[in-house]
């Protein structure tokens, strides 16, 4: 549902307004995901492992989506 809601936002725009909110968009979903990502790495259920080998890649992404967010 929260992409559907997402996709349906940024359908409505274009050009930079588009650009702008993407990048918001990306960082507060990086946000959320490392914060999700992170309690499942703290935890022992079989996704553990996983959660701590992503959280690197997903740190990266947003810090990049941030960098962009401060070009603006």
Do not use: N
């Not at 259920?45 to 990266?60: M, N």
Request: proline share 3%; net charge positive.
């Amino acid at each position: 549902m929260r992409l559907r809601a997402m996709y349906e936002r940024l359908s409505r725009l274009s050009g930079a307004k588009f650009d702008d909110q993407f990048v918001k968009e990306m960082v507060s979903d990086h946000k959320k995901d490392i914060g999700k990502y992170e309690k499942e790495a703290k935890s022992k259920s079989p996704l553990a492992d996983f959660a701590k080998e992503t959280l690197p890649t997903l740190q990266r992404h947003l810090q990049t989506a941030e960098a962009l967010e401060k070009q603006k």
